[in-house]
């Protein structure tokens, strides 16, 4: 969430916003539940479901409200407004279907990790990430490959803002320890998640970063951790992930 000053921010807009947040995390509801759900006056609930349907934001099957596929419009307009997002999805796609497994673009947005992109080949391990999820960075392969790539200033404020929950028994939750593992991340240029973010799956996961240096994303490749380890997780999927990030920090630096 924005630290901006209260005094700055319209109570409307984040009203209607939170009705629109409420819609996502119940899946749907009925003005009486989401006035529930947000402790708001259902006739409030009303006037904004009613503003957001006039404006294609949320369509109504009787008395359910849903959210619409004008945010998809404006979200696939934000997948591609970037031209390295496609740059990354064609990359991601090649990935999959050399390793038969799940692979994935992400970037960081208010210190969280956001999927722009995801291919699965045919061994893939079905998660329930989708485009446009979010998560932590300190949990994952290509979060972690993000945070190695970011100033140390920035990581500090991401850490102070987001926190390090723990999301299984493996994941790092000290400061200290983190910073450490980001030094090796640096040093390797290769980031691994085992098990850290779901018991049971391993990954790899490299940046991407433009040629002034900043982050665009990180790719990443995740497998049952029986299969995901020893030379398979730590020479040959890095080996593929290093060539591909470095084709696309290629084309983006020269590329017309």
């Not at 390793?99 to 722009?116: A, C, D, L, P, S």
């Amino acid at each position: 969430m924005t630290n901006e000053p209260i005094e700055s921010r319209l109570k409307t807009t984040e009203t209607s916003l939170e009705v629109v947040e409420a819609l996502y995390k119940l899946e749907g509801g009925r003005i009486e539940e989401i006035a529930e759900y947000l402790d708001a006056a259902p006739s409030t609930v009303h006037r904004h479901l009613t503003t957001l349907r006039a404006r294609d934001y949320v369509t109504k099957e009787g008395d359910v409200y849903q959210l619409g596929l004008q945010f998809l419009t404006i979200g696939g307009y934000i997948q591609y407004s970037e031209r390295g997002y496609q740059l990354a999805k064609d990359k991601v796609q090649q990935l999959a279907l050399m390793t038969n497994e799940r692979v994935q673009f992400i970037t960081e947005e208010h210190g969280q990790r956001v999927y722009i992109h995801a291919s699965v080949g045919e061994n893939a391990v079905q998660t329930d990430a989708h485009i446009g999820k979010r998560g932590s960075l300190h949990c994952s392969a290509a979060g972690k490959a993000i945070l190695a790539a970011l100033p140390k200033e920035r990581v500090e404020e991401i850490i102070d803002t987001q926190g390090l929950p723990q999301v299984t028994p493996n994941t790092i939750t000290d400061r200290k320890a983190l910073f450490e593992e980001l030094e090796a991340i640096k040093e390797r240029g290769v980031a691994f998640n085992r098990e850290e973010s779901v018991i049971g799956l391993n990954a790899a996961g490299t940046v991407i970063q433009r040629s002034d240096g900043s982050v665009l994303g990180a790719i990443s490749i995740s497998g049952p951790a029986q299969r995901f380890k020893g030379d398979k997780l730590q020479k040959e999927i890095p080996d593929l992930l290093l060539g591909a990030t470095n084709e696309i920090e290629l084309n983006l630096e020269y590329a017309g």
